[in-house]
């Protein structure tokens, strides 16, 4: 069950922001601090997930006077303790927007203003998702061990990887602005995080911000926020990321995508670290990093008119070159470990590893959507298993069928014909395997008499493909 919790005294706020999720979305609400202070959600503490919260910057104060820094602190460790995972995004009056950055800088996502416009929270919300699947993409590059041994090498069998990592290392204590080039799907978010994580500028703000998600008519308020009265419905005071991100890191995903004049904006925070908000006379320091990523060929758009040269050359000054999945297939296996092992943490089940004939289909496959179709269809076959091992079944057809032809070719590009009805009878062997074990509920004897076959010929084939007994008697239990 999706859940979202609105923790505000505004009645109006809670409606705002349950228009903005999809109706499958639980809602919970408190109406006061004393009250959020003591909801402890499900009882149930694999349903007492909360994928955000929208709270009050009031309910964030634990003092009496004047808004402290070590209040959000506590508060929001408070809360992390008991949800776990939680994407905290702060509502505020406008005259509190200093206090709602002060949480942001602490940890919160962001921030919003009352009164609550639905379309902004869903432009936040899909800024959060797109950062969360950027994160979840390559779990296993957060190696502490970089930081502590400069000659640790991240968890990777790819010469390409090797050499990215490399680079990561040397440009991540500079301040030298980075471009990420690479296909979709590839990392690039969460390589920008990792170049934050091992900087100078670790303990201020990391801010993503996917360019291409926003509308043309409000990127350029999104990046440097606008006074009141600059346009028609700027009500209020915004700041922008980059002044949210102040001393810290600001990425930005699909560069490519941003107008004409958010460009010259950004060239000038590139020349002069200026920027102004958007209706503002007053130029304000712009003390932040930038990382930028396309999978666009930059000087491509600039010959179409799309994109000027001089800004590809202020983002170039450092470039890195993702490879994308097909390119680096060693590290298949440990990106789908870490995959299941995530899976496992989050959902309780005990899967212990993936079949080998899947394997050798992730090996043929070309992913065309790199890493996240990886994670995805893992996630799936995750969801539908009920054994210990994902098994083949689980998986989308065209994918197993790739391997059958192309994981044992020949030197001619084909299999034997031998090759083809060994690998086809065995894909059909297994699966008649595991569904006569269900309908016995793992009972070896009378499943071997109903195939026609000896239990020992029987325990022989589920040795050959690493099925047991257990698995099937599980599953019946967890079908009653």
Not at 116 to 121: A, F, H, K, Q
Not at 264 to 286: C, M, N, P, W, Y
Not at 301 to 328: H, M, S, T
Request: glycine letters at 6%.
């Amino acid at each position: 069950m999706n859940r979202l919790l609105v923790a505000s005294d505004n009645d109006q706020a809670w409606q705002n922001v349950r228009a903005a999720f999809p109706a499958n979305w639980s809602v919970d609400t408190v109406s006061c601090a004393d009250t959020f202070w003591t909801f402890n959600g499900h009882s149930d503490p694999r349903r007492n997930r909360i994928g955000f919260m929208f709270i009050d910057v009031n309910f964030l104060c634990t003092s009496q006077g004047s808004p402290r820094y070590r209040d959000f602190e506590q508060s929001l460790k408070r809360i992390w303790e008991r949800f776990p995972g939680t994407e905290i995004v702060v509502m505020c009056p406008q005259e509190e927007v200093r206090l709602a950055v002060m949480a942001v800088k602490l940890g919160a996502i962001d921030y919003i203003a009352y009164p609550i416009d639905p379309e902004e929270v869903r432009l936040i919300v899909d800024s959060i998702e797109e950062q969360r699947r950027h994160q979840s993409e390559l779990d296993h590059l957060r190696d502490d061990s970089w930081q502590g041994d400069g000659n640790a090498t991240l968890r990777t069998n790819s010469p390409l990887m090797r050499r990215v990592f490399e680079e990561l290392r040397l440009v991540a204590p500079t301040r030298s602005t980075v471009l990420l080039h690479g296909e979709t799907g590839t990392g690039k978010g969460v390589l920008a995080r990792l170049i934050h994580t091992h900087s100078s500028r670790r303990e201020n703000p990391f801010i993503s911000v996917h360019c291409g998600a926003i509308p043309d008519a409000l990127i350029e308020s999104e990046l440097f926020g606008h006074e009141r009265g600059a346009f028609t419905g700027a009500d209020r005071l915004k700041l922008g990321k980059f002044e949210i991100a102040r001393g810290g890191t600001i990425f930005l995903d699909e560069v490519g995508t941003i107008s004409q004049s958010v460009q010259i904006k950004l060239l000038q925070v590139l020349h002069e670290h200026t920027f102004s908000r958007v209706g503002g006379e007053h130029t304000i320091d712009a003390d932040v990093r930038i990382i930028a990523a396309t999978n666009d060929d930059l000087l491509d758009l600039n010959r179409q008119g799309r994109f000027r040269k001089d800004l590809y050359y202020r983002l170039n000054v450092f470039p890195i070159a993702v490879p994308p999945l097909r390119e680096r297939r060693e590290d298949i296996p440990i990106l789908a470990e870490t995959f299941v092992r995530r899976l496992n943490q989050l959902y309780g089940k005990k899967i212990h590893g993936i079949d080998r004939q899947v394997m050798e289909a992730f090996q043929a496959y070309t992913w065309p959507g790199n890493i996240r179709e990886l994670e995805n269809v893992i996630e799936r076959a995750y969801i539908l298993e009920t054994s210990n091992v994902l098994a083949p079944e689980r998986f989308p057809t065209e994918l197993l069928a790739f391997p059958s032809v192309v994981a044992s070719q020949k030197a001619n590009g084909f299999p034997s014909l031998s090759e083809a009805r060994r690998k086809s009878v065995q894909m059909v062997e297994r699966q008649y395997l595991r569904e006569i074990l269900a309908a016995h509920q793992g009972r070896i004897g009378s499943a071997a008499q109903a195939a026609g076959i000896t239990t020992r010929q029987l325990y022989n084939l589920m040795t050959k493909y690493n099925l047991q007994k257990k698995d099937f008697k599980q599953s019946a239990q967890n079908a009653k």
